[in-house]
């Protein structure tokens, strides 16, 4: 806008998808709440060709001088219609996973496929953007893009962001079975729910490629796990990680301190479970009530949002208080417990040999410095 204050600017994601008033901002125009593909390529046919912006689905804006907000959404129903993403318009041999995701030692890609998650946890976004109903792309349309991926640009290794791949099981192996008959040399990574981690499909997820699992354990306490709706127990976690490990599959861990109920003793035990768990590796995040969720509706009742509080503040790493100010964890309590958790699951001997053992090449090597630079960040301000 400092440059031509006429430019239409246009935001979306999780944050305008759940407070569509963020096109009172002077610098913005309008955003997208939920799916961006079709409201988005509306909106560039209306800015060429002219029409009513309130028409279209999804879309928030302040184009005609007033403020309209959207209520309504359109969701793609088969997203096989959607194109791959146009790759050959990124310089894509700059980006590569994250340390504590990378599986190979080959250039890395993002993929998804599906949309949603039927669950409720309390804390999660999700549902804010794809809704809690299911899509899912079919297993062809997913391995054409991988096989795009490693044919036209190199790729090989794939992060898969859906909610919960193996969702589906009969999904899943017909998915692994494909793999295994293209012959891709692409490993994989995904995320997964403990109550969804069937010994028989971790196995052919295994064979197909998949080299690690993500969880989100989130806590250590059962009473806490109920409270953020998450329907799921430490024990199943423990027997995740178990089958997980007989499958050869890598495991990182998903943490969450500082839930609404919490004391230091529950977080204690969130870290113990951590510590007791056979996992590669550990995030350890401070619980935020994003907008949009039933986390900031019970803090906003409750009382537990800071009266200072702003948006630099949502964010569950870094050195800035979180939004959440819990009777008897003060936020900057929360920020040390994080500190001390990552330093407890860290500079354990186990750990700190098994990290050796990953020095093998120079992009392993490349990898972990990189790790210890973010271990660096994340504990500076409770090493100060």
């Known amino acids: 806008k400092e440059?031509?204050?006429?430019?239409?600017?246009?935001?979306?994601?999780?944050?305008?998808?759940?407070?569509?008033?963020?096109?009172?901002?002077?610098?913005?125009?309008?955003?997208?709440?939920?799916?961006?593909?079709?409201?988005?390529?509306?909106?560039l046919e209306t800015v060429e060709k002219g029409g009513s912006f309130d028409e279209i689905a999804g879309l928030s804006h302040t184009l005609n001088g007033?403020?309209?907000?959207?209520?309504?959404?359109?969701y793609i129903k088969d997203l096989d219609t959607i194109p791959f993403p146009a790759r050959h318009l990124m310089p894509i041999h700059l980006y590569g996973p994250p340390a504590t995701k990378r599986v190979s030692s080959g250039r890395g890609a993002n993929m998804i496929s599906s949309r949603g998650c039927p669950f409720d946890c309390i804390y999660c976004e999700s549902k804010v953007i794809w809704s809690q109903k299911v899509r899912f792309r079919s297993v062809k349309n997913v391995a054409d893009e991988m096989e795009e991926c490693?044919?036209?640009?190199?790729?090989?290794?794939?992060?898969?962001?859906?909610?919960?791949?193996?969702?589906?099981?009969?999904?899943?192996?017909?998915?692994?079975?494909?793999?295994?008959?293209?012959?891709?040399?692409?490993?994989?990574i995904c995320m997964n729910r403990v109550n969804f981690c069937w010994p028989d499909v971790m196995e052919e997820m295994y064979k197909a490629g998949c080299r690690k699992i993500m969880f989100g354990f989130e806590s250590g306490n059962n009473e806490i796990l109920g409270n953020i709706r998450k329907k799921t127990t430490v024990d199943q976690a423990i027997e995740a990680v178990r089958i997980c490990r007989k499958a050869n599959l890598k495991v990182m861990g998903s943490f969450m301190i500082g839930n609404i109920g919490e004391t230091e003793e529950t977080i204690r035990e969130t870290i113990d479970l951590a510590k007791k768990l056979d996992l590669d590796t550990a995030a350890?995040?401070?619980?935020?009530?994003?907008?949009?969720?039933?986390?900031?509706?019970?803090?906003?009742?409750?009382?537990?949002?800071?009266?200072?509080?702003?948006?630099?503040?949502?964010?569950?790493?870094?050195?800035?208080?979180?939004?959440?100010?819990?009777?008897?964890?003060?936020?900057?309590?929360?920020?040390?417990?994080?500190?001390?958790?990552?330093?407890?699951?860290?500079?354990?001997?186990?750990?700190?040999?098994?990290?050796?053992?990953?020095?093998?090449?120079?992009?392993?090597?490349?990898?972990?410095?990189?790790?210890?630079?973010?271990?660096?960040?994340?504990?500076?301000?409770?090493?100060a």
Request: glycine fraction near 6%; charge should be positive.
């Open 3 to 43: 440059v031509a204050s006429s430019i239409v600017t246009i935001v979306g994601g999780a944050h305008p998808s759940a407070f569509p008033e963020v096109v009172k901002e002077p610098s913005i125009d309008a955003c997208v709440s939920g799916e961006g593909e079709k409201p988005f390529l509306r909106f």
């Open 66 to 74: 007033k403020l309209f907000i959207s209520n309504v959404r359109d």
């Open 150 to 188: 490693y044919h036209k640009y190199g790729v090989r290794e794939i992060n898969f962001h859906d909610d919960i791949l193996p969702m589906r099981r009969t999904h899943v192996l017909e998915f692994c079975k494909e793999l295994q008959k293209r012959r891709l040399d692409i490993k994989w």
């Open 284 to 383: 350890f995040f401070v619980a935020i009530p994003y907008p949009g969720t039933e986390m900031f509706r019970q803090a906003l009742e409750l009382g537990y949002l800071s009266p200072d509080v702003s948006w630099k503040n949502y964010t569950c790493v870094g050195t800035v208080p979180p939004p959440l100010n819990l009777p008897g964890l003060s936020q900057e309590r929360l920020r040390e417990l994080q500190g001390q958790a990552i330093r407890e699951f860290y500079l354990r001997p186990k750990i700190i040999f098994r990290t050796l053992l990953k020095m093998r090449s120079p992009e392993s090597i490349k990898a972990i410095l990189k790790g210890l630079g973010l271990f660096k960040n994340l504990t500076k301000r409770q090493n």
